[in-house]
């Protein structure tokens, strides 16, 4: 009997060490496996931030090459741009380039105009230039055109103007010379050219190897027009 109590009692002492054992093996395992988890996550962010930092550097990287070839590229464009403008006409030459460019839409040929550049070379014209005066016509006039000539009546010269008026707005008995004159030129092989601006103005011609250079302006008498002509070589 006194046996089977001690046992009775032994098993109430050991059951709750046992349970108490267990218990602490229990804690032991979980922290251990925790450790684990928490161990892998530390390295699993620590892989991520290693990751972040190589892609800030390659898009460091190529941030650089960008900003190094957008550099490289205004150079190249500046330099360009620096030698298409010394190319291109300046001043007087400028002018021939226009004016050239407005012959060919006129319908001049290229041939033409390159035959003229080449064939360039310091005029030569006749010390000597002729002058005729005359009067337009004014709009209520009905007295005859007025004439002049030159070269044996091989070139015919009139014109028509606007009258001048008074500070009352009465039209006087003389042109406006701030007004354009339209002048009608009758020259060689019977051709009719009219030139409408305001004075001075100027026309050329050319024939049987001869450039006629014809200039218009008001006269020191008033009402008049004069007009001058000078004989060229051409070209």
Excluded at 164 to 182: L, R
Aim: aromatic share 6%.
């Amino acid at each position: 009997m006194r046996a089977r109590r001690r046992r009775a009692a032994w098993r109430w002492i050991l059951l709750p060490l046992l349970a108490l054992t267990m218990l602490a093996g229990a804690f032991w395992f979980g922290r251990e496996v925790g450790g684990f988890e928490q161990a892998a996550r530390v390295d699993a962010l620590q892989r991520q931030v290693g990751q972040m930092e190589d892609l800030i550097h390659q898009t460091n990287l190529l941030r650089a090459q960008a900003e190094q070839q957008a550099a490289e590229a205004g150079e190249r464009a500046r330099a360009e741009i620096a030698a298409l403008q010394a190319r291109l006409p300046q001043g007087e030459l400028s002018g021939i380039v226009e004016l050239a460019r407005a012959k060919l839409g006129e319908g001049v040929p290229a041939e033409r105009l390159r035959f003229l550049i080449e064939a360039a070379h310091q005029r030569r014209c006749d010390p000597a230039i002729e002058k005729r005066r005359f009067a337009p016509r004014l709009p209520d006039d009905v007295t005859p055109l007025q004439t002049v000539s030159f070269l044996d009546n091989r070139i015919t010269i009139s014109g028509t103007a606007v009258a001048a008026a008074n500070k009352d707005g009465v039209p006087q008995s003389w042109f406006d010379p701030a007004q354009p004159v339209e002048i009608r030129i009758l020259h060689i092989g019977g051709d009719i050219e009219l030139i409408k601006d305001t004075l001075p103005a100027g026309y050329s011609m050319v024939a049987n190897d001869r450039e006629y250079r014809l200039a218009f302006a008001s006269s020191e008498k008033r009402g008049l027009v004069e007009a001058s002509l000078q004989s060229c070589a051409y070209p």
